[in-house]
């Protein structure tokens, strides 16, 4: 996936000359034509839906489209029980065709394979079925044709009562996977006293594997079908994790704390979480934890009061016991903001603005705490619970940027605002500067030839090694359809920026093959109230193999 | 404070924030571990299960501990057996692949287990029912098969219906079923995308989602009765053509310069579609199946968040468009609540005894009042303000919509609404242009109603019987349920007056009672009209079986 959107479409451009596609459907196995293929051409749009173009192959095989606009097209042909493959070609995971203005393809040759399944059952080992265990094949090779998994073929699939799985798709060598869609309770393990153990199984591959390695290939014939039985390996209790401690500062009364536990495969980005109760003494367990990163906290609902404990966040390989959450009430924060420049008091121009706080490692789901800037630039927060958290002005002035911000008087380094100490609450002060950097300029593809009805993002990098897609939409912009982009507010640093055709680009998905791509491109120096034009070019598959620059 | 009286019955109430109310004390010394044993059988044959696993759930125990949960497998003779059980109360199941818990005489299908301290309880008797299946094919109109076509079973959109998706010879199965009535769904996967433009003579075909046996709504569906252990191998569904249909317009009140602006549409209670709305504010949207779609913006930027009312639309054979949508601020509504006559006010809950102990004052629970948002995703969830002593009350970030006002105690109603000026009859509360910083006055009245009677299946009393009581027209709060009595009695009391529809309804549509077409699929349901304090007697009627 791209952004957040399943299937992504372009606009082509407007008043440009039409385009044609027009080939022959043939079977891939018997090398005859095929009638009755459904082809379709949906173009690419970032925002809506474009526009779709469709045929019906005739008895010859042959299919026909004329009059379309030039642009970027996914394709996607139907016929029940075959598959479109196409080599992999960019990031998306999308078979597509560009068309240029005036393009007439004439004598495209449309590729039907017949699919093929993997079907079978999965049972637990007494040999009774599992229902609602997830199966998926894994393709051997990742760099094998891809087709259109989710409309036709299916990928995964998920057992019924008889324990019963079908998966039809692309024809080839898979690993088949078997996931236990066990819902984990959150409380401590079941008691047994008659001699036998919970069911609790891992992820097992066919046959009976714990991992990959010892998986046993599944070749899924064209046109044909395949029988496996997977038998789920039982996981022994032993080898999950517990974590217990003890909630401290329980208020005298009826509130019951109740604590919340984070998880994530590394530190400070957690993706899952769960919670338990907290028992009167305070103490609170969570088991059946596995390996990896967490972050523990208590929060209390006392009537209007809320008490809430710092995080704390730990690497479990082991048991992890007595964490100590201390809760303490809020605090209230005040201070003011400053826009560099602009005058204050009566003459302050009428813009309405807040202050937020968000949570740091938060996901984006609590309450918000802001607060209202005043004519003077005074806001106050309130309940602001222990933590650490990034602050951020609502709205931002055009191309402005927030240039210091300071808590009790002392810098704040990094942008994150620490309140994780005993008194909570405290002063801050934020400036924010109307100078910001602003670059533009146009997006060329890799013969330097302007980009225009592709989709295409640009990427602006402070640091190589902390590069992600879509952690901050303010250092993304979408490449407009004349292959244009921009960036405003920005704060002087030092920076890198890369374009990524959605097309064409490797895999950026892969965030090791985006920090690297990142790290090979020009660095540059963006000082308060540049304005920089700079044209860039997108990255292609060979770039991947290109040397860090300084 | 804490209760140090061991006997002491907890007195336990979870409230939505997760704050457990409880009396508490540490476990006694003199605690005896206690013993649960007993038998899971088929109830069908009469035979007994292997290796099926019993569960005790603990509730709150006297000594008010982390509820545990016990387990046992039965082995040969169906049997089981918990030892070293800490005294307390259980919710007791059974689960075994292919059988559902058959349901008890009071419909639930957990029972409950008390033990003492060195109890021995060895008479368990649990049943287990077995699943039936559906299976059939989906095909087209010219009858080929349709490959990858989601079958559901409906519930209303509540709670996931089982269901699965048809192979490439238009097969289905869904399996786990426990008896009953169910009705069936099939949805072609259509992707959100305009008609197609074809240029070679041929005209584009699109499916809409069609019940069994051949039907767009679910009143015209045919319910398919499953029976315990069966299997129904011929329901086929023929997928009906329908045209493909373009919903357009404008969303205005959008934050200048924010992009992120996401349109949902809700049919029935599920999420039927969605698109982004483009820079200018408009959208597009194609392909919604026939019948009433609900459709709202939503603008988020961390932790804030703008959304229009939800406007509904009524989709047939042609295109919609100049839809127009506005965003509106959400509303903090201050306002207070006035009584009509004293007896409308909260009364003091009756004491729960303790088994002899005495108990300290329990603190008495704030009095609420609630906004119930109708039901699905859109809406958000339930909001709610706590009243204060002299009646005021804030509520907080309301977003636009309509909402009915309900409150926390139950031998009052909600009888009229005054927004600033604008007075509004009943409990329904129209913010779907929000506010604008109106005071809302709430009118509660005592004369609260009550209606009851017997369900007879023929002349004979019929206990466990489900009886639903929905406003009419619905307005999409949950309904009132209950079940009948082993002599088939039932009860609502402390309803509002006004017009309602009764009707015993089958287990799998608790759900579809709650949307929007209520008890429209029960033809012989009762249409009611119940005054103030009127206490009314209806007896109903189980109806005839239906289906195949």
């Given at each position: 996936?791209?952004?957040?959107?399943?299937?992504?479409?372009?606009?082509?451009?407007?008043?440009?000359?039409?385009?044609?596609?027009?080939g022959?459907?043939?079977?891939?196995?018997?090398?005859?034509?095929?009638?009755?293929?459904?082809?379709?051409?949906?173009?690419?749009?970032?925002d809506?839906?474009?526009?779709?173009?469709?045929?019906?192959?005739?008895?010859?095989?042959?299919?026909?489209?004329?009059?379309?606009?030039?642009?970027?097209?996914?394709?996607?042909?139907?016929?029940?029980?075959?598959?479109?493959?196409?080599?992999?070609?960019?990031?998306?995971?999308?078979?597509?065709?560009?068309?240029?203005?005036?393009?007439?393809?004439?004598?495209?040759?449309?590729?039907?394979?017949?699919?093929?399944?993997?079907?079978?059952?999965?049972?637990?080992?007494?040999?009774?079925?599992?229902?609602?265990?997830?199966?998926?094949?894994?393709?051997?090779?990742?760099?094998?044709?891809?087709?259109?998994?989710t409309?036709?073929?299916?990928?995964?699939?998920?057992?019924?009562?008889?324990?019963?799985?079908?998966?039809?798709?692309?024809?080839?060598?898979?690993?088949?996977?078997?996931t236990?869609?066990?819902?984990?309770?959150?409380?401590?393990?079941?008691?047994?006293?008659?001699?036998?153990?919970?069911?609790?199984?891992?992820?097992?591959?066919?046959?009976?594997?714990?991992?990959?390695?010892?998986?046993?290939?599944?070749?899924?014939?064209?046109?044909?079908?395949?029988?496996?039985?997977i038998?789920?390996?039982?996981?022994?209790?032993?080898r999950?994790?517990?974590?217990?401690?003890?909630?401290?500062?329980?208020?005298?009364g009826?509130?019951?704390?109740?604590?919340?536990?984070?998880?994530?495969?590394?530190?400070?980005r957690?993706?899952?979480?769960r919670?338990?109760?907290?028992?009167?003494?305070?103490?609170?367990?969570?088991?059946?934890?596995?390996?990896?990163?967490?972050?523990?906290?208590?929060?209390?609902?006392?009537?209007?009061?809320?008490?809430?404990?710092?995080?704390?966040?730990?690497k479990?390989?082991?048991?992890?016991?007595n964490?100590?959450?201390?809760?303490?009430?809020?605090?209230?924060?005040?201070?003011?903001?400053?826009?560099?420049?602009?005058?204050?008091?009566?003459?302050?121009p009428?813009?309405?603005?807040?202050?937020?706080?968000?949570?740091?490692?938060?996901?984006?789901?609590?309450s918000?705490?802001?607060?209202d800037?005043?004519?003077?630039?005074?806001?106050?927060?309130?309940?602001?619970?222990?933590?650490?958290?990034?602050?951020?002005?609502?709205?931002?002035?055009?191309?402005?940027?927030?240039?210091?911000?300071?808590?009790?008087?002392?810098?704040?380094?990094?942008?994150?605002?620490?309140?994780?100490?005993?008194?909570p609450?405290?002063?801050?002060?934020i400036?924010?500067?109307?100078?910001?950097g602003?670059?533009?300029?146009?997006?060329?593809?890799?013969?330097?030839?302007?980009?225009?009805?592709?989709?295409?993002?640009?990427?602006l990098?402070?640091?190589?090694?902390?590069?992600?897609?879509?952690?901050?939409?303010?250092?993304?912009?979408?490449?407009?359809?004349?292959?244009?982009?921009?960036?405003?507010?920005?704060?002087?640093?030092?920076?890198?920026?890369?374009?990524?055709?959605?097309?064409?680009?490797?895999?950026?998905?892969?965030p090791?093959?985006?920090k690297?791509?990142?790290?090979?491109?020009?660095?540059?120096?963006?000082?308060?109230?540049?304005?920089?034009?700079?044209?860039?070019?997108?990255?292609?598959?060979?770039?991947t193999?290109?040397?860090?620059?300084? | 404070?804490?209760?140090r009286?061991?006997?002491?019955?907890?007195?336990?109430?979870?409230?939505?924030?997760?704050?457990?109310?409880?009396q508490?004390?540490?476990?006694?010394?003199?605690?005896?571990?206690?013993?649960?044993?007993?038998?899971v059988?088929n109830?069908?044959?009469?035979?007994?299960?292997?290796?099926?696993?019993?569960?005790?759930?603990?509730?709150?125990?006297?000594?008010?501990?982390?509820?545990?949960?016990?387990?046992?497998?039965?082995?040969?003779?169906?049997?089981?057996?918990?030892?070293?059980?800490?005294?307390?109360?259980?919710?007791?199941?059974?689960?075994?692949?292919?059988?559902?818990?058959?349901?008890?005489?009071?419909?639930?299908?957990?029972?409950?287990?008390?033990?003492?301290?060195?109890?021995?309880?060895?008479?368990l008797?649990?049943?287990?029912?077995?699943?039936?299946?559906?299976?059939?094919?989906?095909?087209?109109?010219?009858?080929?098969?349709?490959?990858?076509?989601?079958?559901?079973?409906?519930?209303?959109?509540?709670?996931?219906?089982?269901?699965?998706?048809?192979?490439?010879?238009?097969?289905?199965?869904?399996?786990?079923?426990?008896?009953?009535?169910y009705?069936?769904?099939?949805?072609?996967?259509?992707?959100?995308?305009p008609?197609?433009?074809?240029?070679?003579?041929?005209?584009?075909?699109?499916?809409?989602?069609?019940?069994?046996?051949?039907?767009?709504?679910?009143?015209?569906?045919?319910?398919?009765?499953?029976?315990?252990?069966?299997?129904?191998t011929?329901?086929?569904?023929?997928?009906?053509?329908?045209?493909?249909?373009?919903?357009?317009?404008?969303?205005?009140?959008?934050?200048?310069?924010?992009?992120?602006?996401?349109?949902?549409?809700?049919?029935?209670?599920?999420?039927?579609?969605?698109?982004?709305?483009?820079?200018?504010?408009?959208?597009?949207?194609?392909?919604?199946?026939?019948?009433?779609?609900?459709?709202?913006?939503?603008?988020?930027?961390?932790?804030?968040?703008?959304?229009?009312?939800?406007?509904?639309?009524?989709?047939?054979?042609?295109?919609?468009?100049?839809?127009?949508?506005?965003?509106?601020?959400?509303?903090?509504?201050?306002?207070?609540?006035?009584?009509?006559?004293?007896?409308?006010?909260?009364?003091?809950?009756?004491?729960?005894?303790?088994?002899?102990?005495?108990?300290?004052?329990?603190?008495?629970?704030?009095?609420?009042?609630?906004?119930?948002?109708?039901?699905?995703?859109?809406?958000?969830?339930?909001?709610?303000?706590?009243?204060?002593?002299?009646?005021?009350f804030?509520?907080?970030?309301?977003?636009?919509?309509?909402?009915?006002?309900t409150?926390?105690?139950?031998?009052?109603?909600?009888?009229?609404?005054?927004?600033?000026?604008?007075?509004?009859?009943?409990?329904?509360?129209?913010?779907?242009?929000?506010?604008?910083?109106?005071?809302?006055?709430?009118?509660?009245?005592?004369?609260?109603?009550?209606?009851?009677?017997?369900?007879?299946?023929?002349?004979?009393?019929a206990?466990?019987?489900?009886?639903?009581?929905?406003?009419?027209?619905?307005?999409?709060?949950?309904?009132?349920?209950?079940?009948?009595?082993?002599?088939?009695?039932?009860?609502?009391?402390?309803?509002?007056?006004?017009?309602?529809?009764?009707?015993?309804?089958?287990?799998?549509?608790?759900?579809?009672?709650?949307?929007?077409?209520?008890?429209?699929?029960?033809?012989?349901?009762?249409?009611?009209?119940?005054?103030?304090?009127?206490?009314?007697?209806?007896?109903?009627?189980?109806r005839?079986?239906?289906?195949?």
């Amino acid at each position: 996936m791209w952004r957040a959107g399943l299937i992504l479409f372009f606009c082509p451009g407007l008043g440009a000359q039409q385009a044609s596609f027009e080939g022959v459907a043939t079977n891939s196995v018997t090398r005859q034509p095929m009638s009755g293929v459904h082809v379709r051409l949906i173009g690419f749009n970032m925002d809506s839906p474009g526009d779709v173009y469709a045929a019906i192959s005739d008895r010859a095989g042959r299919f026909s489209i004329g009059g379309m606009k030039p642009g970027a097209y996914a394709l996607m042909p139907e016929f029940r029980g075959f598959v479109y493959l196409q080599p992999k070609q960019g990031a998306m995971p999308i078979p597509s065709v560009t068309l240029k203005a005036g393009e007439h393809i004439a004598d495209f040759k449309l590729e039907m394979t017949p699919r093929a399944a993997i079907a079978g059952r999965v049972v637990d080992e007494f040999g009774d079925p599992l229902q609602y265990v997830s199966v998926q094949a894994v393709a051997l090779s990742p760099d094998r044709a891809v087709g259109p998994a989710t409309l036709s073929g299916q990928f995964g699939a998920t057992t019924d009562d008889r324990g019963m799985f079908r998966i039809s798709g692309a024809p080839g060598k898979y690993y088949v996977k078997a996931t236990p869609n066990g819902v984990n309770s959150n409380g401590p393990p079941e008691i047994r006293t008659d001699g036998t153990a919970p069911a609790e199984y891992a992820a097992t591959w066919y046959p009976s594997a714990a991992g990959k390695d010892a998986a046993t290939v599944v070749e899924a014939p064209i046109g044909g079908e395949v029988n496996i039985e997977i038998r789920m390996a039982p996981t022994s209790l032993q080898r999950s994790l517990t974590l217990n401690g003890v909630v401290r500062g329980i208020p005298e009364g009826n509130a019951r704390p109740s604590v919340m536990l984070q998880s994530g495969d590394s530190p400070g980005r957690f993706t899952r979480s769960r919670s338990a109760p907290v028992g009167a003494d305070g103490r609170f367990t969570f088991s059946r934890l596995e390996p990896g990163f967490y972050r523990v906290s208590a929060i209390c609902a006392a009537g209007v009061t809320r008490l809430q404990s710092a995080a704390v966040e730990l690497k479990l390989d082991g048991d992890a016991s007595n964490v100590e959450l201390h809760l303490t009430g809020a605090g209230e924060l005040t201070g003011t903001l400053e826009i560099a420049g602009d005058p204050k008091g009566p003459a302050a121009p009428a813009e309405k603005r807040s202050v937020r706080l968000e949570a740091e490692g938060s996901l984006g789901f609590g309450s918000a705490l802001s607060g209202d800037v005043d004519r003077d630039g005074a806001f106050h927060i309130a309940a602001v619970p222990q933590g650490r958290f990034t602050v951020h002005v609502d709205p931002l002035p055009e191309n402005a940027y927030v240039k210091s911000l300071e808590l009790d008087g002392t810098p704040v380094a990094d942008g994150v605002l620490d309140l994780e100490r005993s008194a909570p609450g405290g002063r801050i002060k934020i400036v924010v500067s109307r100078k910001g950097g602003q670059i533009s300029g146009s997006v060329l593809d890799k013969d330097g030839a302007k980009l225009s009805n592709a989709i295409a993002m640009v990427l602006l990098v402070d640091d190589p090694a902390k590069v992600e897609l879509d952690k901050d939409d303010e250092h993304m912009d979408r490449v407009t359809p004349d292959g244009m982009y921009s960036f405003k507010g920005v704060r002087p640093g030092k920076y890198r920026m890369l374009a990524i055709d959605a097309l064409h680009s490797p895999d950026v998905q892969q965030p090791d093959t985006l920090k690297k791509l990142a790290a090979a491109t020009e660095e540059f120096e963006v000082k308060e109230g540049d304005r920089i034009a700079k044209d860039i070019k997108v990255v292609a598959q060979e770039d991947t193999h290109a040397k860090p620059k300084p | 404070m804490r209760n140090r009286n061991h006997s002491a019955l907890a007195v336990v109430a979870v409230a939505a924030c997760g704050m457990a109310v409880a009396q508490t004390a540490p476990p006694a010394a003199d605690e005896k571990p206690a013993s649960v044993s007993g038998v899971v059988t088929n109830s069908v044959t009469g035979e007994p299960l292997l290796r099926a696993h019993v569960t005790l759930r603990g509730g709150f125990n006297p000594s008010n501990q982390t509820p545990q949960t016990y387990g046992a497998m039965t082995g040969a003779e169906g049997k089981f057996s918990i030892t070293a059980l800490r005294p307390g109360s259980y919710s007791v199941s059974a689960e075994r692949i292919g059988f559902e818990m058959a349901a008890f005489p009071d419909g639930g299908t957990t029972t409950q287990v008390t033990v003492k301290s060195g109890d021995t309880k060895d008479d368990l008797k649990l049943k287990l029912v077995p699943d039936g299946a559906i299976a059939g094919r989906v095909v087209d109109a010219d009858g080929e098969p349709m490959e990858a076509v989601s079958v559901t079973v409906d519930t209303g959109g509540f709670g996931g219906g089982q269901g699965t998706i048809t192979d490439d010879q238009g097969h289905f199965r869904i399996g786990g079923l426990r008896p009953g009535k169910y009705r069936i769904k099939a949805t072609p996967t259509n992707l959100p995308i305009p008609a197609e433009i074809r240029t070679d003579g041929t005209v584009e075909v699109h499916y809409a989602a069609t019940y069994y046996p051949r039907s767009l709504d679910g009143k015209g569906a045919t319910k398919i009765n499953v029976a315990a252990g069966g299997e129904v191998t011929d329901a086929d569904i023929k997928s009906i053509r329908t045209p493909i249909v373009r919903v357009s317009g404008t969303v205005t009140g959008i934050p200048q310069g924010s992009r992120n602006v996401s349109l949902m549409v809700q049919q029935g209670s599920g999420i039927s579609s969605g698109t982004q709305v483009k820079p200018d504010g408009t959208f597009e949207l194609w392909r919604l199946d026939p019948g009433k779609h609900t459709l709202s913006a939503t603008w988020r930027n961390a932790g804030q968040a703008l959304q229009t009312a939800p406007l509904e639309i009524d989709v047939a054979g042609s295109n919609i468009d100049h839809v127009e949508l506005r965003m509106v601020a959400p509303s903090d509504i201050s306002g207070i609540v006035q009584f009509e006559d004293e007896q409308a006010k909260p009364q003091a809950r009756p004491q729960q005894q303790g088994q002899g102990g005495q108990q300290s004052e329990p603190p008495k629970p704030p009095q609420r009042l609630f906004l119930r948002p109708p039901s699905g995703f859109l809406s958000g969830g339930q909001q709610q303000a706590e009243i204060a002593a002299d009646g005021s009350f804030t509520l907080r970030q309301i977003q636009p919509g309509r909402y009915q006002v309900t409150l926390s105690w139950n031998n009052a109603y909600v009888k009229s609404l005054r927004l600033g000026q604008a007075g509004m009859e009943g409990r329904t509360l129209d913010l779907r242009n929000g506010s604008a910083g109106a005071a809302l006055t709430v009118l509660v009245s005592s004369g609260v109603a009550e209606v009851s009677g017997t369900v007879r299946n023929g002349d004979d009393p019929a206990g466990g019987k489900l009886v639903a009581l929905v406003p009419d027209p619905a307005d999409g709060t949950r309904p009132f349920t209950a079940r009948s009595g082993p002599d088939g009695a039932y009860r609502f009391s402390g309803i509002a007056p006004g017009r309602y529809k009764l009707a015993v309804i089958d287990d799998a549509d608790q759900g579809a009672a709650m949307s929007d077409a209520g008890l429209d699929d029960y033809e012989d349901a009762l249409e009611i009209s119940i005054g103030a304090g009127e206490k009314l007697a209806k007896d109903l009627k189980v109806r005839a079986g239906e289906g195949k």
